[in-house]
């Protein structure tokens, strides 16, 4: 199995993508913290229903000293972390105007800042052991511009570039980061636009721009990519945005601002 003896940290590990690389990886042997972000009850019911080497932990990952918390206690209970997989994220639309502050300070904190808590947290245990490997979550948002979604679109830009210094930085140190950039992938996330019926507009408009003719990937999809990131097969690999897209591709509305369609949250 390619990660028998590995410890693994998934942040976002209790549902959707995470979940799904927490479960993969405990099947192929590693030992693995499932984090949720405020409920222990729903990490530990995600890590039992993995079973094997999975074990729950909960993490504001907004909160540095509760990244540096979650570092030590993985460390003390399961043994120096080899991986880390940041995939905690959140995704609603930021209109100009027409965003509350709150709202879009939780987005920046939890997908860019929190990606960053995690890695500080993390890598130098990596740095003095002279291995690990770091797997980043962006989207493809990430480098196109997605009207009503700007500061979405912007953290996970900043995750790509984040990724890219950090290879630079690391490497020296045989430390392995990559970073993941889905498309539209079937989550928690996104289930309102799959599912109700007033958003149909907006996953008919996404659905007729992706040529393949599967709007959704599934969240194995995507765990694939991730593990083979996560691999001694990777080894070469490092710092490309990492892109399963099922051929979702940026299409102009007939006004030319590319905005998605607007849903309202608050």
Same mark, same amino acid.
């Given at each position: $199995?390619?990660?028998? &003896?590995?410890?693994?940290?998934?942040?976002?590990?209790s549902q959707g993508i995470g979940e799904a690389v927490s479960r993969r990886l405990t099947a192929e042997g590693a030992k693995v913290a499932v984090v949720a972000s405020s409920s222990l009850d729903k990490a530990? @019911?995600?890590?039992?229903?993995?079973g094997g080497g999975a074990r729950g932990y909960v993490c504001d990952v907004r909160d540095a000293? +509760? +990244?540096?918390?979650?570092? !030590?206690?993985?460390?003390?209970?399961? &043994?120096?972390?080899?991986i880390l997989v940041n995939a905690a994220g959140v995704f609603y639309p930021t209109a100009v105007g027409d965003t509350p502050r709150d709202q879009s300070d939780k987005l920046i904190d939890i997908n860019l800042k929190g990606t960053w808590h995690m890695v500080n947290a993390v890598a130098? &245990?990596?740095?003095?052991?002279? +291995?690990?490997?770091?797997?980043?979550?962006?989207?493809? !948002?990430?480098?196109m511009g997605l009207g009503?979604? !700007? #500061?979405?679109?912007?953290?996970?830009?900043?995750?790509? $570039? $984040?990724?890219?210094?950090?290879?630079?930085? #690391?490497a020296p140190h045989g430390i392995n980061i990559n970073c993941v950039a889905p498309g539209?992938?079937?989550?928690? #996330?996104?289930?309102?636009?799959?599912?109700? !019926?007033?958003?149909?507009?907006?996953?008919?408009?996404?659905?007729?721009?992706?040529?393949s003719g599967n709007t959704y990937s599934s969240v194995d999809d995507i =765990?694939?990519?991730? #593990?083979?990131?996560?691999?001694?097969? +990777?080894?070469?690999?490092? =710092?490309? *945005?990492?892109?399963?897209? @099922? *051929?979702?591709?940026?299409?102009? @509305? =007939?006004?030319?601002?590319?905005s998605w369609p607007w849903r309202k949250r608050w």
């Open positions: $199995m390619r990660f028998s &003896g590995k410890v693994a940290l998934v942040t976002g590990g530990k @019911k995600s890590a039992d229903g993995i000293d +509760a +990244a540096h918390k979650i570092a !030590a206690d993985v460390n003390r209970d399961l &043994g120096d972390i080899d130098p &245990g990596m740095k003095d052991r002279k +291995a690990g490997k770091i797997v980043n979550f962006s989207s493809v !948002a990430g480098v009503n979604y !700007a #500061l979405y679109c912007a953290t996970k830009a900043g995750i790509i $570039m $984040m990724t890219r210094a950090l290879a630079n930085e #690391l539209n992938t079937a989550s928690p #996330l996104n289930e309102d636009i799959r599912t109700k !019926a007033e958003l149909k507009p907006f996953l008919d408009f996404m659905a007729a721009r992706t040529p =765990a694939n990519v991730v #593990l083979f990131v996560a691999s001694a097969d +990777a080894a070469r690999c490092t =710092a490309p *945005a990492c892109s399963p897209t @099922k *051929a979702f591709r940026r299409a102009h @509305k =007939a006004d030319g601002r590319g």
